[in-house]
């Protein structure tokens, strides 16, 4: 069946960098995008943007421009997302899912993967 | 690319119907077929509830439904069961294109 299993939570300091990662299995990986979703502590979901794993190429949501970068290994099934200089406002739940065959929207989700940044 | 706009909450009894709007506009919600919708119970990972609008995955109950008219779309939940106390969210493509969330809607079973 299919499943993104991800990373575990990261504690952070203000400045640093993180990477999370997407492990994919059940499916092939390179016939389905994979988006990436933020929620920050007791709030809503807020797309980041996605990136298409068949040609590599990333579309970053307005906000999401120049700290995050999206990647692939299709080695290994996976995505990743980092994110630099990171700041207090960092702190979240980020999601992968994967991108509906159809487009459009997220069909499947991984587990989240809680980023705390504190001093 | 604004989000588009939910109750912040809703409430029912158990076997009652409760609907959830998710308004957009002509170039989102309006504009295309990918409306959908997500169930998230707390501490968890959002669950895909609607596909295109009225579509159901397989799995999820047929008390679940959804339509759209105009810019604005609807989640029903009929029969309410405890279990479907949850945040729900709507998310529709845009022409920018990306995709945009709504707000999100606290759905509380009485």
């Known amino acids: 069946q299919v499943q993104l299993v991800q990373s575990g939570s990261e504690l952070k300091k203000p400045g640093a960098s993180v990477k999370v990662s997407c492990k994919a299995t059940g499916y092939t990986f390179s016939s389905y995008g994979i988006n990436w979703v933020r929620q920050a502590p007791g709030q809503g979901l807020e797309w980041m943007g996605w990136i298409n794993t068949n040609t590599g190429n990333p579309t970053y949501a307005q906000g999401f421009t120049g700290r995050f970068v999206f990647s692939l290994d299709t080695s290994v099934s996976t995505a990743y997302l980092q994110i630099s200089s990171l700041k207090a406002e960092d702190t979240a739940v980020y999601y992968c899912a994967r991108e509906a065959l159809s487009g459009y929207y997220p069909d499947y989700w991984g587990q989240g993967t809680l980023i705390t940044v504190s001093s | 690319q604004s989000a588009l706009t939910q109750p912040a909450s809703v409430s029912g009894s158990p076997g009652q119907s409760i609907t959830i709007s998710c308004t957009g506009t002509?170039?989102?919600?309006?504009?295309?077929?990918?409306v959908s919708w997500y169930q998230q119970h707390p501490g968890k990972a959002p669950k895909l509830m609607i596909y295109?609008?009225?579509n159901r995955p397989s799995g999820v109950s047929n008390r679940f439904s959804g339509s759209k008219s105009g810019n604005t779309a609807s989640l029903t939940i009929s029969g309410l069961q405890s279990e479907d106390e949850a945040d729900y969210y709507c998310?529709?493509?845009?022409?920018?294109?990306?995709?945009?969330f709504g707000g999100g809607t606290k759905l509380t079973v009485l």
């Open positions: 002509s170039s989102d919600v309006g504009g295309y077929k990918y």
């Open positions: 998310t529709s493509y845009t022409s920018s294109p990306t995709l945009v």
């Open positions: 295109e609008v009225s």
